[in-house]
């Protein structure tokens, strides 16, 4: 993305006079229908829940209480942690890392192989790569629920070809939606990766082998040290977006695997509603993704300095 | 004793172009032989296809007698610096010093030693622990070459090591290299397109041009008896005159210069008919009758040296080299003057 | 005997192959299946275009075609709107030199890619409910406006960026007014990217989902909600002809894009 310090132009009386009318849209749509209402969110999560859903303008910390805290049924009794709300940040931060370590595992060698063709066929690879992530994620959703259904055509083949006698309990696992959640962000994944190989010089490569290193050694040793900034990138980029997923999850994991997503869904349905509540997950969960982000920007800053 | 590298009719070919037309020599052990030639001329395949990245399409490469052709460069004793040194960027230069060590599974303290050793011989030691891109260029380079030669390789490569440097620190690292190779008594193969680097460096030189070897020699060689006419024009500046040859006989032809004149010169092999005679600047002089006659043109003032143009009676143009010094006279442009050319100065070339 | 090739790893083509297949068997499976002649999604029984016909005409038509007639309006109104919006951010960041404020203008281009989605649709919809605007076309529509905006600007701003001041200046030397300089000259420089900024947009309005689920309220469909209904009630033929409608535009718009953004680099 053209960043700031790119291609300044003619001086002043150019485009410079009209600044504000012409970022006033911006400032107006992103400032008023985004930033304002992630605020106002925020102040929601302080709020009451009104009986009939919606919110009181009451101050109160009755929703991230409920979500941390378990005051029993009586309420006289001394809170004990709430697991229910932490085991499903929990069971989504290991999906999200399940789903980032398999877009890693196929994502890298596929990065590697398209950086490695000659110059004119990378483009079609890449092209080939990007294609599906244009079509509507419910769709892709979809079509991988189908195919992998318990009479799907996935099953359906590897009977036919005798691979295995019983149908594949495949949907509703967390292989399902770790499949989703790589199908919705691979090629998070690969761009970077690719972006980082393709600046990478063979000669270090060659230095290795003529110092006697193998291919793998030279892999471990020399390539994913120099190339580690676009692994890392990739992983943020798939990692962040999976935490917070809705549909691979909703669709592909069933009841067993509610995630932070499917979470803060049900609090906006009209008769179970719990506006507050919803507002603090969602809180809560950008804050991790916060945290997340900070920690990659420390740990790469550290590694400049070095 | 076993030559070092033996190259035995090797052919390199990409598709339809062919990069090395069957290309044949020997290296000596404790030698510091040099490939020399332009851009595209096949040196640095020739190099990499000895270190082990580029497949032999056909023809042997032998290495202390051992055929190596079909080894794969981490199994070859053999190992090179790289022309923009390919120092491993996360690594610091010790790290980088020792990784060929480390990869044969030589004992950490014995590598540290041994990296130390050779950060030593290239006064380095205070970088040891500083990454790469906190070097200069030249401490960069000699870097790579600590890092190439800590393995005790049995053939070290250089590839063109020297271009990335400028002129003085160039200068000053051809006599350390040159020293180098002395001490270690390894045998060096050193790429380059630089003729003066060549000659100074080298035990032996072979030059290069599109795919073929055209002389292998030392420098005085190949200065003073070039065998063709890129040898001759390629290394220093030479003048070449198109002529005749009459007749050859016990090694010493009679040949016909432009203009008429008839010269007797040794002969190599060459049969009667049109050549070219090679004839060094410096080897002429300023006389009363001489070989040849001309007209001065023009005379160049260049320090050292006074360059005079001229050309001969049918045209053919000329210079001489005449050292600035008051016991040479200077001609004046427009008068005729004679030439001598020195008794063995003027070679017969093959083409 | 590779090893002389440093680039090759054996096994990384297969899993590049792999990687492939599993991408496209999901699609190709729907789209085979949208041509299934059998009611029943388990049994294939001949190929037939019943259920594209279906889509049309069948019982549930009514239905998604108030959805697709909605998608596509607002997908055209958004995609407009934003790149319109776009365009005048990316003068506004390339063309004006340094500004006060112009790196945090740059963090709120790039906001609503760094929210997760569904915070956005939270956040929204709190909004919305906060204001009193009845959820329904017009929050739908804001909402896809705001977070196409950055969507629209990255290949707008890459294409501004390739082209050097040293054209508008030539015109403004010429005599010709800002707004002379830039339809006549600029704009026609920087089409290439508006039209894939345009694209881009127009594809991400049109297959949202999430936020859109959020702030559409009761009685609104847009095609992908209207599926997802669908969906939920069990997977039937007719979502399969559907799906692989879409997937055709999608692709069709994206290699439009692709092969507009190519042929732009060529004239730069």
């Known amino acids: 993305m053209a960043g700031p310090g790119s291609n300044h132009a003619p001086g002043p009386g150019s485009w410079r006079g009209i600044l504000v009318p012409l970022l006033l849209p911006t400032w107006a749509m992103i400032g008023i229908f985004l930033l304002l209402p992630v605020l106002l969110m925020a102040v929601y999560s302080f709020l009451t829940k009104e009986f009939r859903g919606g919110v009181e303008w009451e101050f109160s910390l009755a929703a991230y209480d409920q979500f941390f805290l378990n005051r029993g049924l009586f309420g006289d009794e001394p809170p004990t942690v709430e697991w229910t709300y932490i085991t499903v940040f929990a069971r989504s931060i290991a999906q999200a890392a399940g789903a980032t370590a398999l877009c890693l595992l196929i994502g890298f060698p596929t990065a590697w192989f398209i950086a490695t063709r000659p110059a004119s066929s990378r483009g079609i690879w890449l092209f080939l790569i990007t294609v599906p992530y244009w079509v509507n994620l419910l769709i892709r959703t979809v079509s991988l629920r189908f195919l992998i259904r318990e009479n799907g055509p996935l099953n359906d083949a590897l009977m036919g070809v005798g691979l295995i006698s019983e149908p594949l309990q495949i949907i509703n696992t967390n292989l399902a939606v770790q499949l989703g959640l790589f199908y919705s962000y691979l090629p998070f994944m690969v761009l970077p990766i690719y972006a980082a190989v393709e600046r990478y010089s063979f000669a270090y490569s060659e230095a290795a082998a003529d110092l006697y290193a193998n291919r793998w050694v030279t892999l471990r040793e020399i390539v994913l040290p120099i190339v580690r900034p676009g692994i890392v990138a990739g992983c943020i980029l798939v990692f962040i977006p999976s935490l917070g997923a809705f549909l691979a999850p909703n669709l592909l994991g069933g009841a067993k695997n509610f995630m932070i997503g499917s979470l803060i869904e049900e609090q906006f349905k009209k008769s179970l509603g719990n506006w507050p509540f919803g507002a603090a997950v969602s809180m809560i969960l950008m804050t991790l993704v916060l945290i997340v982000l900070f920690v990659q920007a420390r740990a790469a800053t550290r590694q400049e300095v070095r | 004793m076993t030559d070092a590298v033996e190259i035995r009719n090797a052919v390199k070919r990409y598709g339809n172009v062919t990069a090395l037309h069957g290309v044949s020599l020997t290296i000596r052990d404790n030698e510091f032989f040099t490939l020399l030639g332009p851009s595209g001329c096949g040196k640095t395949t020739l190099l990499r296809m000895i270190a082990g990245f580029e497949d032999v399409t056909e023809g042997e490469i032998r290495l202390f007698g051992q055929n190596i052709a079909n080894l794969e460069p981490n199994h070859r004793p053999v190992n090179t610096v790289f022309q923009h040194y390919a120092l491993f960027p996360h690594m610091s230069v010790i790290d980088n010093v020792a990784f060929g060590l480390k990869m044969q599974k030589v004992a950490q303290d014995a590598r540290r030693k041994r990296a130390a050793e050779m950060l030593e011989m290239v006064h380095l030691s205070a970088f040891a622990d500083r990454l790469p891109a906190q070097l200069s260029g030249g401490q960069q380079q000699r870097v790579a070459l600590a890092r190439a030669l800590a393995p005790s390789p049995k053939v070290l490569l250089l590839d063109e090591p020297l271009s990335a440097l400028d002129l003085k620190l160039r200068q000053a690292m051809r006599v350390e290299l040159k020293q180098l190779q002395e001490d270690t008594g390894i045998t060096f193969i050193f790429v380059t397109h630089d003729q003066e680097e060549a000659l100074t460096m080298s035990d032996r030189i072979a030059v290069m041009s599109a795919g073929h070897v055209q002389q292998i020699g030392t420098a005085q060689e190949i200065y003073e008896a070039p065998v063709n006419r890129f040898v001759a024009d390629f290394i220093g500046e030479t003048n070449l005159l198109p002529v005749e040859v009459l007749s050859v006989r016990d090694g010493r032809a009679e040949v016909t210069l432009p203009g008429g004149h008839r010269l007797q010169v040794a002969a190599a092999g060459q049969g009667i008919g049109k050549h070219h005679l090679s004839i060094r600047p410096e080897r002429m002089a300023l006389t009363e009758a001489g070989d040849l006659q001309a007209v001065v043109d023009r005379v160049v003032y260049l320090g050292t040296d006074r360059q005079v143009i001229a050309r001969l009676e049918d045209g053919t143009p000329l210079h001489l080299r005449l050292q600035n010094s008051d016991r040479v006279a200077v001609p004046a442009p427009g008068t005729r003057v004679g030439l001598a050319v020195e008794a063995g100065a003027a070679r017969l070339l093959a083409d | ?268």
């Not at chain 3, 200046?169 to 010709?176: P, V």
């Not at chain 3, 707004?179 to 947009?201: H, N, R």
Request: hydrophobic share 55%; glycine share 8%.
């Open chain 3, 1 to 268: 005997m590779a090893l002389r090739n440093v680039r090759h790893y054996p096994g990384f083509l297969a899993m590049t192959v792999a990687c492939l297949v599993i991408l496209y068997a999901p699609l190709l499976v729907v789209m085979a299946y949208s041509f299934n002649d059998s009611t029943s999604i388990t049994n294939w029984g001949g190929v037939s275009l019943r259920w594209y016909a279906d889509v049309f005409t069948g019982p549930e038509a009514p239905r998604f075609k108030a959805a697709a007639w909605n998608s596509l309006t607002i997908a055209v109104i958004a995609a407009t709107s934003a790149t319109a919006i776009a365009t005048a951010a990316a003068l506004a960041m390339l063309r004006a030199g340094g500004f006060k404020g112009r790196s945090l203008t740059y963090a709120l281009i790039n906001l609503p890619l760094m929210v997760p989605e569904i915070v956005i649709a939270v956040a929204s919809l709190i909004f919305f409910s906060m204001v009193g605007l009845t959820p329904g076309y017009l929050t739908i529509l804001i909402a896809h406006i705001t977070f196409c905006i950055p969507f629209a600007y990255l290949p707008i701003a890459a294409r501004l960026q390739g082209i050097d001041g040293s054209f508008e200046q030539a015109a403004r030397d010429l005599y010709a007014s800002r707004a002379q300089s830039f339809f006549l000259i600029l704009l026609p420089l920087m089409m290439p990217g508006v039209v894939s900024g345009y694209l881009l947009a127009f594809i991400i309005s049109l297959d949202d989902f999430i936020i859109t689920n959020f702030v559409k309220g009761a009685g609104m469909e847009t095609l992908p909600t209207a599926i997802y209904g669908s969906v939920k009630q069990g997977i039937k033929p007719n979502i399969m002809a559907i799906s692989t409608l879409m997937l055709g535009v999608s692709i069709l718009f994206v290699t439009l894009s692709y092969l507009i953004n190519r042929k732009g680099q060529k004239s730069l």
